[in-house]
Structures are given as structure tokens and as C-alpha cells.
């Protein structure tokens, strides 16, 4: 039954080579419901087969029957009759068999469960994104291998333990991008776990290759050789085993071990995860901050309140409240600002949309060796919605005008993202810097003067932006918006808004971007020539601040 299951799955990633990737969970949502029937399809094709298997198991026995007394001697095909029954049993008879042989069911089954959700049915490169997303997760978070594979984050069970065989293919896909680290980590896992399966799901001799090989690679030579070893004793035609053998002990003389040394004094497993000066780099921090664990300033943060926002009229009626979350440069957090019906007419708008942002080579549509590396933005899906599709996107530009006092006119569309297992981004600008002369030049509108992003979703855990320089860390609440300006007062970038988006570790997020424009905004925010005036909240233009006072007027 197993075999049969895998079986069909592969080949329906074979069908599927042309199709888009994707990550969405909305998708993985959608599989759950076809993977479900999956049990049942493979009953009722079973079913038909023995139909068709008895069928022949008949036709075998008549075929005998009527053809008995032409087997008792050579020459009974020497009677014209005979030779007659005899042709036309190999003919007719023959294609007839060969017919019933040939009429499995398979293809007509196999299109029944792909033709049902053709579109979202996961490839290769899928399940190499999924595990690339959970190294990364492990990586950012710092999960334990043994722990994750157990099914805990965090002391959670969020699942069943992991066989043998799913850390292999973990360790597998951590292989092909040459990423030794994880390989080692991986495969000793798997190696951990076959000792306690029976039947094991993976062969010892198949995770030692690999894990032999990234053994080697991160440094640790006499267990490469001790490894490869126990490879050759249990497989002792393997055809690699003894030429690595070889090669390990050329490696430990060159290093200068005595032969007699070669399987002693081995040194404690190193393996160090390959970024270059992680200590000294953003990396570092960034995952500091999606973590959690760089302490926020007490005397920063006692300065920190709430207002109502009621500068124009409308707000009179209907406040909007709002968190100030950090100052200079400022963001704040606008409380329950979107409800959960305009969030779910946003998110079924732009669900046909979605497409992937990133990971894809557009010229070659693979996967790129490696690009969980050096990508910036992966595992992230989105869409663009214009305010004509629907009234719901155009109330949301309209309050948009009410929340930042700015020009929405030469604002872009409105941006939705859904972040996949792993999904993140990468510390980066919204802003175009000085050097990126074209980023915005079709617009004919600036540079993007302010950031809002709508969180329509909240993660259960991870998923935090994070300003990299500032060192502050914005948990996605839902309903709730994040505002930002990207650009001092004299128009110049401000450097300190690098932010990033931390990887979802469990659940969903769906955010909403809207980048607002330097055009239109001379008087909603005139230029500044100082460096040094900044807003202390919402579109400060100047009046006292409504920490002791009503923000009602910008004057
Ligand atoms: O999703 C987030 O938390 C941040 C996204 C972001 O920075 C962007 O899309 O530019
Ligand atoms: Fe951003």
C-alpha cells in the first residue's frame, strides 16, 4: 500500500514539472483535503485491477481448455486445421490478451487525483523549499535538531516524531545546496533514529555516504575515515567505500597522522555553522532580534505612550488608536485599524493573484543551488490590488489618508504577502537609495516617503519585523498597522529604517504593504532641511504633542 502511495506521488510530480511552485499555506490548506481522499482512490483502483486480474486469471484457464489437445505432439500442426487454430490463436486470441494486459487503470486514477487540484500539487523543488524553510527555522530560532525532530519547538509538540527517513531527506536537501553543516546534523539525526526503528525506513549504508562526506567537509577527517568504514562492513561491494577509505587516510598523512593514529585520539565532533564573522554581522543580529533576546532600554521605553489620533474632522467620531512604539525616527502601531471581514475579502482578492516573489530563476525557472544563502526574500507569495477591484481596497486607501495625513494619490497599489514555511526577508530598504536612480523612476512620484504595513494575520510564533539599526522588534498583532517614514524631513534616506522580516516559525501571516510616495506631500509634510527634526508623532506638522494634550488639530 505504501509503496503504492509513493509510487503515485512521484508520478504525479512528473506530470507536474511545468507548473508554478509554491508555498502558500493556503495551498497546503487546499492538498490536506485531496491527500485525505488519497486512501480511498487507491481502494477503489485496487478494486478495479483484481477486476481486471480475474479477468485474465479466466481468460487463462480457457485459453488451456481449448487448446489442451494441441500440445500432446509436434505434429499436430501439420493438419491444416490445426495450423488454421493455431494462427488464429496467436493472432486474435493473442491481441486480445495482450489488450486486457495492457488496460491498467493506472493513468485514468493518477489523472483523477491530479486533475482535482492540478494546480497546487507540490514538486520537487517543493519539498526542497520545505526543508530549506526548516533549516532556516532551526538556524533563526535555534532549535535543536534532535527536539525538532521529535516534533517540539520550544517545548510545543507541533507534530509526530520525524522517521529515519524524513531527517535523511532533510540532510538530502541540505547536501544539494552543499551545505555541510545541516547535512551533518541531519544525517546524524537519521542515523540516531534508524538504531530505534523496526523496520528501519532508511538504509544505514545510504545515510553513511553522506554523512561521511560531511564529516570530511566540516573538518573532522578520522571520523570521515571511521565513518566510511563502517560503510565498507556493512556493504563491502560498495563500490565508493574503499577509494574513500583511501582517500581520508591520504588526507590524515598529508596533515601529517601517523598511520597508527589514524583511527585514534579522535577529536570531539566539530561542526560550525559557515558564516563568514557571523559575531560581527547583521545576521547576527537579526536573528538576535527575531528571537528576541536583545533587551529593550527601560528608560527608552518609559517614554513611550498612547493617543488618539482625532486631527481631522471625521476623527472626531472615530478616533484611531495608536501605540507609539519607538521615537526618532518614529513607528507606531495603529490598533485595530482593519477588521477581520476587510481582511478576508483582502486575502480572498488576492489568493488567484499570488504569485511567488522570489526564489525562481526567471530565466531558468529552477531553484537556485543555494539560494536559501544568499536570497533575500524567499518563501513570501504576493499580489497587487488596485483600488478599482473592489470597494473594500478602496475604503482602505481612503483610510489611509486618514491615518498618515498623506497623499495617497501618487501612493502604489496595495501590496498583500503570504509567508510560507520559512517565509522572510531579509534586512533591507524600502526606500531607493542614491545609487538605485531607476527603482521608482517609472512612478514619476519619488521615493517612498512612508511605510504602512497591515498585519492581517498573527503568527503563533515568529514572524517579527525587525529594524536591524534600532534594534527593535514589532510582533505582527492582527487588525493592527505598522507606520513608518523611510526619509528624513529633507527628503534623504534615512538609514536607520533597515529593517527585515523574521521567519515564520508556526502559523500563518498575510501582511499588507503600502508604500506612500514623496509626490503631493509638500504641505502634509513640508521639507525639513535639518537632519535633526524629526516627528514625535503623527503627522507632526508642529502642534503640541498629544501626550498631555488632544491630537485634534495639526496646528
Ligand atoms: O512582513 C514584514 O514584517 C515586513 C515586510 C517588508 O519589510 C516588506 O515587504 O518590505
Ligand atoms: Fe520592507
Not at 481448455?65 to 488464429?88: E, G, Q, S, W, Y
Amino acid at each position: 500500500m505504501r509503496i503504492i502511495y509513493w509510487s503515485i506521488i512521484g508520478f504525479i510530480y512528473i506530470l507536474q514539472v511545468n507548473g508554478d511552485l509554491f508555498t502558500s499555506i493556503a495551498d497546503l490548506q487546499r492538498l490536506l483535503v485531496v491527500e485525505k481522499n488519497i486512501p480511498e482512490l487507491i481502494n477503489s483502483y485496487i478494486a478495479t485491477e483484481n477486476d481486471r486480474l480475474a479477468e485474465l486469471k479466466n481468460f487463462v484457464v480457457k485459453y488451456k481448455d481449448n487448446n489442451d489437445d494441441l500440445h500432446k505432439n509436434m505434429n499436430v500442426v501439420t493438419n491444416p486445421i490445426n495450423a488454421f487454430r493455431m494462427i488464429k490463436r496467436l493472432t486474435n486470441a493473442w491481441k486480445e490478451l495482450e489488450e486486457k494486459m495492457r488496460n491498467d487503470h493506472a493513468e485514468e486514477f493518477i489523472n483523477n487525483v491530479t486533475n482535482s487540484d492540478m494546480n497546487v500539487f507540490p514538486k520537487d523543488e517543493d519539498l526542497a523549499g520545505a526543508a530549506i524553510g526548516i533549516l532556516r527555522l532551526q538556524d533563526t530560532y535555534r532549535l535543536d535538531t534532535h527536539e525538532l525532530a521529535n516534533g517540539y519547538v520550544r517545548e510545543n509538540k507541533i507534530s509526530r516524531p520525524l522517521s529515519a527517513h524524513d531527517c535523511f531527506e532533510i540532510g538530502r536537501m541540505a547536501y544539494n545546496v552543499e551545505d555541510y553543516y545541516h547535512t551533518l546534523l541531519w544525517m546524524g539525526e537519521a542515523l540516531e533514529r534508524i538504531k530505534k526503528e523496526d523496520p528501519a525506513t532508511a538504509a544505514e549504508s545510504d545515510i553513511l555516504e553522506y554523512y561521511a562526506f560531511a564529516l570530511y567537509k566540516q573538518d573532522n577527517v578520522k571520523r570521515a575515515l571511521l565513518a566510511t568504514e563502517r560503510l565498507n562492513e556493512i556493504h563491502p561491494t560498495h563500490s565508493r567505500a574503499k577509494g574513500n577509505i583511501k582517500w581520508y587516510e591520504d588526507q590524515l598523512a598529508a596533515e601529517g597522522v601517523k598511520r597508527s593514529e589514524f583511527r585514534k585520539k579522535v577529536p570531539p565532533l566539530s561542526n560550525i555553522r559557515p558564516v563568514d564573522n557571523f559575531e560581527s554581522t547583521e545576521r547576527s543580529v537579526y536573528e538576535a532580534l527575531c528571537r528576541k533576546e536583545i533587551p529593550v532600554s527601560i528608560k527608552e521605553t518609559s517614554k513611550l505612550y498612547c493617543y488618539y489620533k482625532m486631527d481631522r474632522p471625521y476623527l472626531r467620531y472615530a478616533p484611531f488608536k495608536i501605540e507609539i512604539l519607538r521615537f526618532n525616527p518614529l513607528a507606531v502601531l495603529f490598533k485595530s485599524v482593519i477588521s477581520d471581514k476587510e481582511v478576508e475579502t483582502i486575502q480572498s482578492l488576492a489568493k488567484p493573484k499570488l504569485a511567488r516573489a522570489t526564489v525562481q530563476n526567471s530565466e531558468t525557472g529552477q531553484l537556485e543551488t543555494a539560494s536559501y544563502r544568499i536570497s533575500k526574500k524567499e518563501f513570501i507569495l504576493s499580489a497587487w490590488l488596485k483600488a478599482t477591484e473592489d470597494e473594500v481596497v478602496e475604503r482602505v486607501n481612503r483610510r489611509l489618508e486618514l491615518m498618515t495625513n498623506l497623499e495617497m494619490e501618487t501612493a502604489e497599489e496595495l501590496q498583500i504577502a503570504n509567508y510560507g514555511i520559512g517565509g522572510h526577508y531579509d534586512p533591507h530598504f524600502d526606500f531607493a537609495r542614491k545609487e538605485e536612480t531607476k527603482a521608482f523612476s517609472d512612478l514619476g512620484t519619488g521615493n517612498r516617503i512612508a511605510t504602512v504595513l497591515f498585519y492581517m494575520t498573527q503568527p503563533e510564533m515568529g514572524g517579527g519585523t525587525v529594524f536591524t539599526e534600532l534594534k527593535t522588534t514589532v510582533m505582527p498583532s492582527k487588525n493592527d498597522a505598522l507606520f513608518w517614514y523611510n526619509l528624513y524631513r529633507s527628503g534623504e534616506g534615512d538609514m536607520r529604517t533597515r529593517h527585515a522580516a523574521c521567519p515564520v516559525l508556526l502559523g500563518v501571516k498575510w501582511v499588507s504593504n503600502k508604500w506612500i510616495h514623496e509626490a503631493g506631500q509638500e504641505f502634509r509634510r513640508p521639507c525639513g532641511l535639518k537632519l535633526s527634526t524629526y516627528e514625535r508623532y503623527v503627522g507632526d506638522l508642529g502642534g503640541p504633542e498629544p501626550r498631555y494634550n488632544l491630537n485634534l488639530s495639526p496646528y
